[in-house]
């Protein structure tokens, strides 16, 4: 009768430990986001216009440009688009910091962001509450960004008549 009485008890801890876990799911990271712009300014003008763009965007100290090349019309970057937070609970994990590469190139009359999605997106859901990074998260800020990006690269230079 002992053994009957172990052995239920032990299904019934599992089952309701198990019902506390979390469930991380990985999540293929999305297809990059582009946009081409086209403007009226010079390779010049379009190459400073889309470096000030990334030091205004790039709000975070994580978030840096990593290469810029004038004559080539190139300014790369990395960018947070999520902030991860560093748990300090036993029972629950850290999440990192999801960043995109944003690769900004430039000719005469023409700009081309390419935003990649960061590796390693997962979906986790806890207690009714959504964690990771989500395609759709990702999509969104994306969008955001490229938004921005245009209506930047169409005004004119606030240092043009300085």
């Known amino acids: 009768m002992k053994k009957i009485y172990y052995t239920v008890a032990i299904i019934l801890v599992s089952v309701t430990l198990s019902s506390c876990g979390l469930s991380r799911t990985a999540i293929n990271s999305p297809d990059a986001k582009e946009k081409n712009i086209t403007n009226t300014f010079d390779q010049n003008d379009n190459y400073i216009k889309a470096n000030e763009w990334m030091v205004q965007t790039f709000n975070n100290a994580k978030s840096v440009i990593q290469f810029s090349d004038k004559e080539a019309g190139i300014v790369k970057g990395k960018y947070i688009m999520k902030t991860g937070t560093i748990s300090t609970n036993a029972y629950a994990a850290s999440i990192p910091d999801f960043s995109a590469t944003i690769t900004i190139r430039v000719k005469d009359n023409a700009a081309r962001i390419e935003i990649l999605a960061p590796d390693g997106m997962f979906s986790q859901k806890a207690y ?35």
């Open 128 to 162: 009714g509450v959504q964690y990771g990074f989500t395609a759709e998260m990702f999509n969104n800020s994306a969008d955001a960004l490229i938004s921005d990006f245009e209506k930047n690269m169409k005004s004119e230079s606030a240092n043009k008549d300085w």
